[in-house]
C-alpha cells in the first residue's frame, strides 16, 4: 500500500521521521533497510512504530508504517538501526 508522506493520516513527529526515511531513499515496503543513527536516531523510528498505524484502503484494517526496528549489537555493522517498513512511502 502506498503512502503519500504530505498528508498521512499520522501526526506530525510520524511525518516528519517518514520525510527523513524518504530522504535517504528507504521508501519500499518489505525490504530491509540499514541507516546511520545520524541519518535517523533511534528514538525516532521507535516513535514511528509505536505511533505510526494507517489504514488500509477501503477497509478497517490497520497497517503499521514500520514493521520492525533493530540495533545492530556486534560485527562490523554494530550502531547501524535495522528497519523494515509496513507500507511504501510516497
Request: glycine share 10%; with cysteine; hydrophobic share 40%.
Amino acid at each position: 500500500m502506498d503512502i503519500a508522506v504530505a498528508d498521512a493520516p499520522v501526526d506530525e513527529g510520524c511525518r516528519r521521521v517518514m520525510k527523513k526515511l524518504v530522504e535517504h531513499g528507504c521508501n519500499a515496503a518489505g525490504t530491509p533497510y540499514s541507516v546511520e543513527p545520524f541519518q535517523v536516531a533511534e528514538t525516532e523510528l521507535r516513535y514511528l512504530q509505536r505511533h505510526g498505524e494507517v489504514y488500509g484502503s477501503g477497509t478497517s484494517l490497520v497497517l503499521p508504517v514500520l514493521r520492525s526496528v533493530e540495533v545492530e549489537r556486534e560485527g562490523a555493522n554494530v550502531g547501524k538501526i535495522r528497519f523494515v517498513l509496513g507500507v511504501n512511502l510516497v
